[in-house]
């Protein structure tokens, strides 16, 4: 995981992914999530747009993901 990520990008994976009906996501392509240059503490899944907390990240990191 050594990319980032803008939230507004976020918001155009998150629509693009709820027009394509919003098929299960398994969240393995994520980064680092950012607003306006600063690091939210957050990474979100660049192919649904999720976001996730720290401990939301560890868990899956937990199972390999």
């Not at 803008?6 to 629509?15: C, K, T």
């Not at 992914?17 to 660049?46: I, K, M, N």
Request: with cysteine; glycine share 10%.
């Amino acid at each position: 995981m050594g990319h980032n990520v803008q939230m507004r990008e976020l918001a155009g994976i998150r629509r693009r992914w709820e027009e394509a009906g919003s098929p299960p996501c398994e969240h393995t392509d994520r980064a680092r999530e950012y607003h306006l240059g600063s690091h939210t503490g957050d990474t979100a899944c660049l192919n649904c747009g999720k976001s996730f907390s720290p401990a939301q990240e560890a868990a899956l990191l937990a199972k390999g993901k």
